[in-house]
């Protein structure tokens, strides 16, 4: 497995849990993928002198992180950055692409790649927007408390069929190269549509499935994925 993890000292203005610095995320994130058969990429984007110096001492001295240095700055570059990089990859590769303000928890690789066995995209990320209707800042194919959807089920978790996931989740580098004209359509120079993305996606019979209970989250105390105490998993 291959990871693309994108790291900057920037971010939008949000309110997060207060453990989860980028720092803590990405301590966290080695916890559970720093295993001889996976590389980790981490691409430090425009970031400062002393964030560099941390990268190189602390976290590249681990045998399966390297580093690469852009100066893109803080927006959906990196990821089409991380993109290209995948794309190039031979296509049974299986690649988690990643951002740095997410939360992971036990199982986490192995359920990528059982996921990635059975899906053509898999998140760990149970958003909590399939469970809120439009109306409640949620997701429009929302009604009735949910998504349609069906419920899977691997070795180490249920999954569920989903509509959309913001940019972190991990797909084969085959389906990467066949959908990158789709990804370069919704992402412009400094947002991506993530919802539009996965729907457009769905349009050419791609799948998309996320844990449940979820096994990773977002950050933002607004959207942490529900049912999981992320307090005790992430270390302050």
């Known amino acids: 497995m291959k990871v693309y993890y994108r790291f900057s000292d920037g971010g939008y203005s949000k309110i997060k849990l207060d453990s989860a610095t980028k720092k803590n995320c990405l301590n966290n994130f080695l916890d559970h993928f720093n295993f001889v058969d996976v590389e980790i990429i981490i691409i430090a984007d425009k970031c400062a002198q002393e964030t560099l ?3 190189y001492e602390d976290i590249g001295t681990k045998s399966s992180v390297s580093i690469v240095e852009t100066n893109y700055g803080f927006g959906v570059k990196t990821y089409l950055h991380a993109l290209d990089l995948a794309c ?28 990635l066995e059975i899906s053509d995209y898999v998140t760990l990320y149970d958003h909590p927007d399939k469970y809120l209707p439009r109306k409640q800042m949620g ?9 349609d959807t069906k419920v899977l089920l691997t070795q180490s978790t ?14 084969k580098a085959k389906i990467l190269k066949r959908d990158k004209e789709i990804h370069l359509h919704f992402c412009s120079d400094t947002m991506s549509d993530s919802y539009r993305l996965f729907l457009r996606l769905k349009e050419h019979n791609r799948k998309l499935i996320s844990s449940i209970p979820a096994l990773s989250t977002h950050s933002e105390l607004q959207w942490l994925a529900p049912l999981v105490d992320w307090n005790k998993i992430i270390k302050s």
């Open 139 to 147: 997701n429009p194919l929302v009604s009735d408390g949910g998504e």
């Open 88 to 115: 190039a990859l031979p296509d049974e590769e299986e690649v988690y692409l990643v951002e740095d303000d997410y939360i992971h928890r036990g199982k986490s690789y192995r359920a990528i790649r059982e996921g």
């Open 158 to 171: 249920h999954r569920k069929i989903t509509n959309s996931t913001p940019m972190t989740f991990a797909a």
């Open 53 to 55: 110096k941390w990268l």
